[in-house]
Nanobody, 119 residues
Framework: QVQLEESGGGWVQAGGSLRLSCTVS????????MGWYRQTPGNERELVAR???????DYADSVKGRFTISRNDLKNTVYLQMNSLDPGDTAVYYC?????????????WGQGTQVTVSS
C-alpha cells in the first residue's frame, strides 16, 4: 500500500520561507506525477505545484517565482520550497501522488500539513 508522509509545515512571518517534504513509501508500478495542493476552509483544494516523472514542473500563477517543487528519487521525497510567503498562502497543504496500477490510474493523498503565515 502506497502512503505519503508530509512534514515541514508550521508558522512563519510574512516574507519568510518554509520547505515542505513528502516521502513516499510502498511500491509504485508506474509513477506519473506528484504535486502539492492547498485548501482553506470553505474552499476547494487547489493545485499549487506539480512535477512529472520526466521532471517537468508547473505552478499556480499565484506562486510562480516564489515556490519551487523538486524531488529526490533516492529518498523517494518531493519538496516544496516556499519563499516570500504571504498571509494568502495560509492553508493546509496536501501532497498528492498519481500513478498507474496496470492500466488504472490512482491518486494517493497525504494527511495534510498546516502552513500559517502571519502579517
Amino acid at each position: 500500500q502506497v502512503q505519503l508522509e508530509e512534514s515541514g509545515g508550521g508558522w512563519v512571518q510574512a516574507g519568510g520561507s518554509l520547505r515542505l517534504s513528502c516521502t513516499v513509501s510502498g511500491n509504485i508500478e508506474r509513477f506519473i506525477a506528484m504535486g502539492w495542493y492547498r485548501q482553506t476552509p470553505g474552499n476547494e483544494r487547489e493545485l499549487v505545484a506539480r512535477i512529472t516523472s520526466g521532471s517537468s514542473a508547473d505552478y499556480a500563477d499565484s506562486v510562480k517565482g516564489r515556490f519551487t517543487i523538486s524531488r529526490n528519487d533516492l529518498k523517494n521525497t518531493v519538496y516544496l520550497q516556499m519563499n516570500s510567503l504571504d498571509p494568502g498562502d495560509t492553508a493546509v497543504y496536501y501532497c498528492n501522488l498519481v500513478a498507474y496500477q496496470g492500466m488504472t490510474p490512482y491518486h494517493v493523498w497525504g494527511q495534510g500539513t498546516q502552513v500559517t503565515v502571519s502579517s
